[in-house]
């Protein structure tokens, strides 16, 4: 799962599809004209100039970084989830019978066997949302990810680089078609899929956190550890010269060695690794898609899946961990109701050391009752 682009390049995006006209300026602002409607909506003029930096907008443009009051307008844009944003994605022309023949090199199941029972076309709906992130530690990193995930299986996968030829090519829906009420878990995948992708795309942001908070350690211990030494020297002469208790001295020291845990602690928390996911925007996407139905089998059970092509990628979906959601791959299906699950999530019980699945047990190992899991 891969990056986020640029914000100013997203926000295009949006707005070109809301019907504005945006241009690249010198002084890397977009200079826009906007129709009456999406203006009112935004509370901004029809004709203008945004600016993404973080200093004060250059001369009458206006600030679209993501602190700003038109970031937060633009999810006015796409409305509350009953009345969800709704495109059609033109699916390509696709040949069903040499895919069905590709099905086999698809998938990887650690545990299972599966065959293909069943191919067909038919209308499918992504979820296209827009996540805006904030990561704090002693620094603050931010950034807006895309995420499309299949409403049939839950398959995540980030909209990357082809974002823009999506965007280009959604048409308008028939505005009596509604989304069903399965939305709701589409949206909880999205999230958790989102979070993971997040933390895998600040991995060098926190091997450096981890980085400087090993040397400001370092620093701290090495710094106590010399007081100690000098401190020590010092109440040895007194002791000999009867000055100071030997109880005395211990309580000092002990005061330093609590004192430097403390600071230790401090440092810790100060390059913890905070992270806040935000849906900012969405909108869902109708295309036509060929489906095939798998049936997965796992000792005596079996459980049909849909594996799909996605015409808006131009790539199979991949299978979905229906835990955490987060394509991750290593795929293990569980006992009880075959859930697939990723390696991450068919996690071993730190205390009897049985691996279970966390989507049958949201809350740990069903074995043990404290079901603390590592
Ligand atoms: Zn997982
Ligand atoms: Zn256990
Ligand atoms: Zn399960």
Redesign the pocket.
């Known amino acids: 799962m891969l990056p986020s682009r640029p914000l100013p390049e997203v926000l295009s995006d949006i707005l070109t599809l809301q019907g504005a006209v945006l241009e690249k300026t010198p002084d890397d602002c977009l200079e826009f004209l906007a129709p009456p409607v999406l203006s009112e909506m935004l509370g901004i003029p029809e004709h203008g100039k945004m600016s993404f930096a973080y200093q004060p907008a250059p001369g009458e443009a206006i600030s679209a970084a993501y602190d700003s009051d038109l970031f937060r307008a633009i999810a006015r844009l796409f409305p509350e989830k009953n009345q969800l944003a709704m495109a059609l994605y033109p699916s390509p022309a696709l040949n069903m019978a040499k895919m069905s023949g590709s099905v086999e090199e698809k998938i990887v199941l650690a545990n299972a066997t599966f065959r293909l029972k069943q191919t067909e076309s038919r209308a499918i709906r992504y979820l296209l949302g827009f996540f805006k992130y904030t990561a704090l530690s002693d620094e603050k990193r931010e950034g807006l990810m895309s995420l499309l995930v299949n409403e049939l299986n839950l398959s995540t996968s980030a909209a990357g680089e082809r974002l823009t030829e999506i965007m280009g090519a959604l048409q308008e829906a028939d505005p009596d078609k509604k989304p069903n009420p399965e939305i709701t878990k589409v949206f909880q995948a999205a999230r958790s899929a989102a979070a993971l992708a997040v933390v895998e795309e600040l991995g060098p942001f926190g091997q450096s956190l981890n980085k400087r908070l090993n040397r400001d350690i370092k620093r701290v211990f090495e710094y106590y550890e010399t007081i100690k030494i000098e401190t020590q020297k010092a109440m040895e002469k007194k002791a000999l010269s009867g000055e100071q208790s030997v109880e005395k001295q211990r309580e000092k020291v002990n005061a330093i060695e609590t004192e430097k845990r403390w600071k230790i602690q401090d440092l810790i928390s100060k390059y913890a690794l905070n992270i806040r996911i935000e849906l900012v925007a969405f909108i869902v996407v109708e295309t036509q898609s060929p489906v095939f139905w798998i049936e997965i089998k796992r000792r005596l059970s079996s459980r049909p899946f849909p594996l799909t092509y996605n015409p808006l990628l131009r790539k199979w979906d991949p299978l979905p961990c229906e835990s955490c959601f987060y394509p991750r791959g290593g795929y293990s299906i569980c006992d009880d109701k075959l859930h697939i699950i990723c390696s991450a999530c068919f996690k071993k019980?730190?205390?009897?050391?049985?691996p279970?699945c966390s989507a049958c047990h949201k809350h740990?190992?069903?074995?043990?009752s404290k079901?603390t899991?590592q």
Request: with cysteine; charged share 15%; glycine share 22%.
């Open positions: 019980c730190s205390q009897c050391g049985k279970f740990g190992c069903p074995r043990c079901g899991a």
